[in-house]
């Protein structure tokens, strides 16, 4: 059984920056697409962003095109996601997910889910 924990979130003022973390257990994820998603009060959950599982491919969607980067340390089994320029519509609890194969399809399923943590945005 895989376990995906997030860290890293809070409170931060719009223009600001965070980094959230997601650590994995219970096997090594070196060969998983990994993935951020969020959800925002009232809202359906929307992808963010995945990256395969050598780091070579990365995917976001337009919302955060150039503002957020993902990556991942394989030997540390944990996946980032580095937000920058935030804005007050960032605001939501962000999840990592992680699948065997990688793909940019963002409606694709996800085999393991974290818990999430709260990012919230001031204006």
């Known amino acids: 059984q895989v376990q995906l924990v997030e860290s890293g979130g809070g409170l931060v003022q719009a223009g600001g920056s965070l980094r959230l973390s997601c650590v994995a257990s219970?096997?090594?994820?070196?060969?998983?697409?990994m993935a951020w998603f969020r959800r925002a009060p009232g809202k359906e959950r929307e992808f963010v962003s995945t990256?395969?599982?050598?780091?070579?491919?990365?995917y976001y969607a337009d919302s955060v095109k150039g503002r957020f980067v993902i990556s991942r340390d394989n030997a540390k089994n944990t996946v980032y996601l580095q937000m920058n320029s935030l804005k007050p519509e960032d605001t939501a609890v962000y999840y990592c997910?992680?699948?065997?194969?990688?793909?940019?399809?963002?409606?694709?399923?996800?085999?393991?889910w974290g818990q999430g943590t709260q990012v919230t945005v001031s204006s």
């Open positions: 997910a992680a699948r065997p194969i990688y793909s940019s399809n963002p409606q694709v399923r996800y085999d393991y």
């Open positions: 219970g096997r090594t994820l070196g060969s998983y697409a």
């Open positions: 990256i395969i599982g050598s780091g070579a491919i990365t």
